[in-house]
């Protein structure tokens, strides 16, 4: 299981940013992807994820402002950043729980990108 992230970048305050994370693999089951962010000294946190539910959670950081979506077929999930914040500068990282047989799911992390919001 690979998660392939791209898309982060500069982007001036109130820019926007689109991010990409495609999984390569077999997989049984997916029972969450998503993005995770951490920025110098702090933990990583919660963006967004999307569940099996159908349900997607954000950070309440980024409501209003950032979405998630996934297409299904290629196992990829985007996050659509708008209205970027200083404070949103931090490396992200693609996040897939699932399995790829019956049994436990597996937390997978794919290698992060780096997102800076400067003028």
């Known amino acids: 299981v690979q998660l392939q992230a791209s898309g982060g970048g500069l982007v001036q305050p109130g820019g926007s940013l689109r991010l990409s994370c495609a999984a390569s693999?077999?997989?049984?089951?997916?029972?969450?992807m998503g993005w995770y962010r951490q920025a110098p000294g702090n933990k990583r946190e919660l963006v967004a994820v999307?569940?099996?539910?159908?349900?997607?959670n954000y950070a309440d950081s980024v409501k209003g402002r950032f979405t998630i979506s996934r297409d299904n077929p290629s196992n990829t999930v985007y996050l659509e950043m708008n209205s970027l914040k200083a404070e949103d500068t931090a490396v992200y990282y693609c996040?897939?729980?699932?399995?790829?047989?019956?049994?436990?799911?597996?937390?997978?992390w794919g290698q992060g990108t780096q997102v800076t919001v400067s003028s």
């Open positions: 996040n897939l729980v699932g399995s790829t047989h019956i049994g436990a799911p597996t937390n997978y």
């Open positions: 693999g077999r997989f049984f089951r997916i029972n969450q």
């Open positions: 999307w569940t099996s539910s159908g349900r997607t």
